[in-house]
């Protein structure tokens, strides 16, 4: 068989044999990419024995087949630009860019700096053992320096590590790839160049072409990714003009990249899948998101299997090539990758603690991701792409061949298959204590619920009774044996409140979930909540019950983006920006109160069932505490903007009802009531409507400098006159719940009349409360002296500023109203008249 049949076939079988592998990995429980390593040594080795002994004889399945195979050309060429995108795009849209981003610092430091590390040692040890340059030990050093984090992973997610211990691991691998790929690009132009490397501007150039490439490519990445996630909801939902334009979107960054800005490929792919799979993900929502992520999937499982086999299948004629000196040179490489590795995991990673402020991370952890850094694929795509260059000389490609070669080998032949007994000694997949006593209350939990339905089943259906209480006594047995559950000690309870939490805090998560998949929020207002979710079950992880009431009370804080804006409303006029992050927080608020309520019914049915009646109640409480902080928020907005209230209300309202005209026409499309394409146009019309309601209704902040005057007694009793000079001085603000307006020992520049809302003064004496109509600060610009007290909203305020030199000018012409305001004052503050003012 020849031509494009003989390749369909080759190819076919390829992936027939692929298909296989997962079956045996697992019933051999060995990492997959160790049998996949496996079957393309097989195949190279049947190739070879093929081509020189003619083992298979005459049978023709398995002749045409290693035909074909010796037919493929498996370049270099092929695998970095076929493959490569696939393969990196794929992981990129698996991680979640706003969590990375939050923790992208400390990412960034693990994966440069495990890079240059494993780089520098290994390849100075090379450099030592060998005769061969500085470059080319640096070169082999890089191409090994990549990683795969799947084994290590995969584990984490058994044992319940935490998710930014997960986050930190594959974050670091994804963008290691970027940095590794990067650093060996441009040490192979140097050695293409055959650069002296003993000289002080090739490192220079090493340093200058790395930044370059880096940067380049995640500025490249990352505006190819948002046009991409932009378009993406406009052009399908969950079908393939989904999935095209992100296949498009991998192979377009990498080449952009890499042929006409000369930047790196890599990165402007892991970048681009990060923002398009961060804000892609949003814009779809979720049920049509997974749609196109099970296809990457699928597109990752091929492109990960096919350019495994394929570079494995070059392995055997590797080996046979090697010499003595070269396992020697191996073992330096590996001694010095490790011992790198150990000294960024040991070294490092605790000053990444320290930064994130989190509890040590357990060193069994450490031993795993020591050694679980298993290289395959992209190393091996690397070392052919320089066998393959015909610049590099030809010692330098059998040095890189043979130690990636052999650096690979030892990974999956050594590390991988101890990988899972070095778990079991460390016992990092044991459950604890509190995890056992659960996993029995669950047990008993659900064979009670199974044993209460039996004989309801066995009467509805018509079934033998007595063949229901034969297997209804074996359930009896099984709810004995497990009613026997020790007690648990107060700190033992405490540990069991903290997975409560967790528990609970997971489920908020998918009920927010649920909610942007059925329209009923913003996409946008649901990846904010997600990812507050996160902090709590990170709160959870890191102190327990106290933790998660901190962290739910930063949640509900003024953030920065919010006092950003409150800056440029403040010295820049700018209320657009401060109004819009206002609008934002009510919608928030109000997502955050209805699903809430939902969790109360949650813990009082499931949490109590599992968990018990004593943690039930303090997790019940916790939330509870959540609520009244939330009403009380809600209630000072309704109070403040009551027509925006009732907008954001209609809104919610009519998403909600949207969402259950769509559940309607689904069900009637389900009982074929509906067909196809009269659900479709329905569907379609409603999404519209849905895509309306993305946009938060503007919000008026109320600043209207007439209206305001009127709120203050003190002022809206001048005359017209006064009033119309008065508007020309004033400068209406809004103060956020808890912001300082005054401080103490600043020199004052203003006073500010209160046209709504309540502030405290804080003084040495005591505080002062003061509400809509009263002043402050008018002491400080009085006396000429610094103010002595804090001045801090307790609500949502407009005030009315007056600034110095606006405020003498104004008392000067209306000298009743200067001393209304010193009689005020005094009285206010209960001081004399000849004493001197305390100045707020």
């Keep these: ?241 989904e999935v095209t334009l992100s296949l498009a979107l991998a192979y377009l960054a990498y080449a952009l990249a890499e042929v006409y800005l000369h930047v790196s490929g890599v990165v402007a792919v892991v970048v681009a899948g990060l923002v398009f799979g961060t804000i892609g993900r949003m814009r779809v929502g979720a049920k049509e998101w997974q749609s196109v992520s099970a296809i990457w999937t699928q597109l990752g499982f091929w492109a990960s299997s096919l350019v495994f086999v394929l570079a494995s299948m070059l392995v055997p004629d590797t080996i046979m090539k090697a010499r003595t000196s070269d396992f020697v040179l191996l073992a330096v490489l590996i ?82 298959t101890t990988l899972r007994p070095l778990i079991r000694w460390l016992g990092v997949d044991q459950l604890d204590p509190v995890e056992r006593i659960l996993r029995t209350r669950a047990l008993a939990l659900a064979q009670g619920q199974i044993l209460d339905r039996l004989s309801e089943t066995a009467i509805v259906h018509g079934l033998d009774l007595e063949a229901a209480e034969e297997v209804g006594a074996l359930y009896r047995k099984r709810v004995a044996a497990l009613e026997d559950v020790p007690d648990m000690g107060e700190e033992m309870l405490g540990q069991q409140l903290r997975v409560a939490l967790a528990t609970i805090t997971t489920r908020e998560a998918a009920l927010y979930a649920d909610e942007m998949a059925e329209g009923t929020i913003s996409r946008n207002a649901g990846s904010v909540l997600l990812g507050r979710t996160n902090d709590l079950l990170d709160a959870i992880k890191e102190g327990g019950v106290q933790s998660y009431r901190l962290a739910a009370r930063r949640s509900t804080r003024i953030d920065r983006v919010m006092r950003i804006a409150s800056f440029l409303h403040r010295h820049l006029r700018l209320q657009r920006p401060l109004a819009r992050r206002m609008a934002q927080r009510i919608e928030l608020r109000l997502i955050q109160r209805r699903v809430l309520e939902n969790l109360i019914a949650f813990i009082r049915s499931r949490i109590r069932a599992l968990f018990g009646e004593r943690v039930s109640e303090v997790a019940l409480h916790v939330v509870e505490a959540r609520i009244e902080e939330l009403d009380r928020a809600l209630d000072a907005i309704r109070l403040q903007y009551p027509a925006y209230w009732h907008t954001v209300s209609g809104r919610f309202l009519s998403r909600t009802a949207v969402r259950l005209e769509l559940d309607a026409y689904r069900r009637m499309a389900d009982e074929g009531l509906l067909s196809p394409e009269i659900f479709r146009n329905l569907a379609d019309e409603l999404r519209s409507r849905l895509e309306s309601f993305e946009r938060i209704p503007p919000l008026d902040l109320g600043l209207n400098v007439d209206a305001l005057i009127s709120n203050v007694p003190m002022l809206g009793r001048l005359g017209e006159e006064a009033r119309k000079e008065l508007r020309r001085l004033l400068v209406p603000i809004m103060a956020l719940p808890g912001e300082r307006i005054v401080r103490r020992g600043e020199r004052g520049d203003a006073m500010y009349f209160i046209a709504s809302g309540a502030v405290e003064v804080q003084r040495e004496e005591g505080t002062i409360r003061l509400g809509t109509g009263d002043f402050f600060g008018e002491m400080a610009l009085i006396m000429r002296r610094p103010r002595t007290a804090d001045v801090v909203a307790l609500s949502y305020c407009r005030l009315l500023m007056l600034r110095r030199d606006a405020f003498r000018q104004f008392l000067r012409a209306n000298p009743e109203l200067m001393q209304q305001v010193r009689k005020s004052a005094e009285e206010r503050l209960r001081v004399r008249p000849a004493e001197a003012p305390a100045a707020a």
């Design 1 to 241: 068989m020849s031509g494009t049949g003989g390749l369909v076939f080759g190819i076919a079988v390829l992936l027939a044999l692929i298909a296989l592998l997962p079956r045996f990995a697992a019933r051999l429980r060995l990492p997959y990419t160790v049998l996949l390593a496996g079957l393309g040594c097989a195949l190279g080795l049947g190739l070879s024995l093929s081509g020189s002994f003619g083992v298979f004889g005459d049978t023709p399945v398995v002749r045409d087949f290693f035909q074909q195979l010796r037919q493929f050309d498996v370049t270099a060429e092929v695998l970095l630009w076929v493959f490569l995108p696939i393969l990196l795009f794929e992981t990129a849209t698996k991680l979640n860019g706003r969590e990375l981003l939050d923790d992208l610092g400390p990412i960034l430091i693990l994966a440069v700096v495990a890079v240059l590390m494993t780089t520098a040692a290994a390849g100075a040890g090379l450099w030592l053992a060998s005769t061969f340059p500085l470059t080319a030990c640096l070169l082999v050093a890089a191409i090994i320096a990549t990683t795969d984090p799947s084994a290590v992973t995969a584990v984490f997610k058994e044992v319940g590590a935490r998710r930014r211990l997960t986050l930190l691991v594959e974050g670091e691998s994804l963008l290691n790839d970027a940095a590794a790929i990067a650093l060996f690009t441009t040490l192979l132009g140097l050695i293409g160049r055959r650069v002296q490397p003993d000289q002080i501007v090739v490192f220079s150039e090493l340093a200058r072409n790395l930044a370059v490439e880096f940067m380049g490519g995640a500025l490249l990445g990352a505006a190819l990714g948002r046009i991409a996630a932009l378009v993406v909801a406009r052009i399908d939902q969950g079908g393939p003009a």
């Design 335 to 416: 001694v010095g990758a490790l011992a790198a590795r150990a000294l960024c995991i040991f070294g490092v990673l605790p000053l990444v603690r320290i930064l994130l402020k989190q509890r040590p991370i357990d060193a069994r952890y450490k031993l795993v991701i020591l050694w679980g850094g298993v290289r395959g694929a992209v190393t091996l795509a690397l070392a052919l792409a320089v066998t393959e260059n015909p610049r590099v000389p030809a010692e330098i490609r059998h040095l890189v061949s043979v130690l990636a070669t052999g650096f690979v080998l030892f990974t999956l032949l050594v590390q991988a």
